[in-house]
């Protein structure tokens, strides 16, 4: 484990879809996927989160869907999601019937310019994402009990994760941004191990993805083992990552705690790039992506599908325990603050790649 004690390729333009172009009622033919198959690539292996909520999805697509193709989930893992998303975009055709589903483990390497993606995840077209939020929660022997106890706690502050790169990324730049001193240990195989080692008092702060959070760790909130301090945060309307997670409306975000602490808002390049990647992890968490050159027609299915799937009674149900109860999210709320968290600027990028090659020995 490491612990740590204290020229990028440019950027295609993003093909956006503006909200307007977008049909907010289908003009289609009822049997555009009759007789189809999509075939959904999860760059993943079977059983983790990316996965299962695929599979989850796919009666629903199939029933909403026009036509009611048939929807097969296929998994391409390998090198953390690289392998899966390069073969998408090499083989993937832009008829609407492939389609990437993946997290910020594909958007990390890419927003970092790392030397094996092949993929444009900027020219691609969003279908519609699932947000997936994060709880970041502490020990009470801390003496924490709400943000500003961040600056004064009982004891030195030990998180665990899995690799700065990956999942713990916006994490980690939460951390900076709030000028936290805390203690980084990586190298755990999972978020699983890393909320064990929390439970056994060998760290004592720590964050969990949304379900794992309400499986896991909402019965040490309640038995005073785990005190919740606030959440990534969501994209408001204003498209600032600034807004409370739908799911813990009870808990403030990154952007009020910073608020909380400082007394001004967040800004500056520590910001921008917290807020970039915490866009793609928390807000636009597992995504589907459509081929770049997709055609509209296609978008507009896609809209007024996902329109019918967050109706859907037994959706609206079978969601709070599968995914978080979150509602999908449409290419036209997704598209345009999406394509710019890929898209941050060279100073923000510098700034990532400076960040983990000097602080966590990342090697990009």
């Known amino acids: 484990m490491f612990t740590k004690t204290h020229p990028l390729k440019t950027l295609p333009a993003a093909m956006l879809v503006a909200a307007g172009a977008i049909a907010a009622t289908p003009a289609l033919a009822d049997d555009f996927y009759e007789g189809k198959t999509i075939e959904i690539v999860v760059p993943f292996g079977e059983g983790g989160a990316t996965y299962v909520a695929a599979k989850f999805l796919e009666p629903f697509l199939e029933k909403h869907l026009p036509g009611s193709p048939r929807v097969d989930v296929q998994t391409r893992p390998g090198g953390g999601s690289i392998l899966g998303a390069n073969w998408f975009e090499q083989n993937a055709e832009p008829d609407g019937e492939t389609i990437l589903f993946t997290t910020s483990s594909t958007s990390n390497p890419y927003v970092l310019g790392m030397e094996a993606v092949e993929y444009d995840l900027a020219a691609m077209r969003p279908a519609y994402s699932l947000p997936f939020g994060a709880v970041i929660y502490v020990s009470p022997r801390t003496g924490i009990d709400s943000p500003a106890g961040l ?124 807020q970039s990647i915490g866009a793609v992890t928390f807000n636009y968490g597992l995504t589907a992506y459509l081929p770049a050159g997709t055609p509209d027609e296609v978008l507009e299915i896609f809209e007024a599908t996902i329109a019918a799937i967050n109706d859907d009674p037994e959706y609206q149900q079978q969601s709070q325990d599968a995914v978080g109860g979150y509602s999908l999210l449409p290419a036209s709320e997704v598209t345009e603050s999406l394509s710019e968290a890929l898209q941050p600027s060279d100073e923000v990028r510098e700034h990532l790649r400076t960040l983990l090659s000097e602080e966590y020995d990342v090697d990009l």
Not at 164 to 190: H, K, N, R, Y
Not at 215 to 230: L, N, R, T
């Open 151 to 274: 600056k004064e706690p009982d004891m030195p502050l030990i998180y665990g994760g899995i690799a700065a790169a990956a999942s713990d990324l916006p994490t980690l730049l939460a951390f900076e941004l709030l000028d936290l001193d805390i203690q980084t240990v990586l190298g755990f195989d999972g978020r699983g191990p890393a909320r064990l080692s929390f439970e056994r008092g060998e760290t004592n702060i720590d964050f969990q993805f949304t379900p794992a959070y309400m499986s896991q760790v909402v019965d040490m909130v309640e038995a005073g083992s785990a005190v919740p301090i606030m959440t990534g945060g969501s994209v408001g309307e204003d498209g600032v990552l600034s807004a409370r997670d739908a799911a813990f409306p009870d808990y403030p975000s990154v952007y009020e705690v910073y608020e909380e602490l400082n007394g001004e808002a967040p800004s500056g390049v520590e910001w921008d790039a917290f």
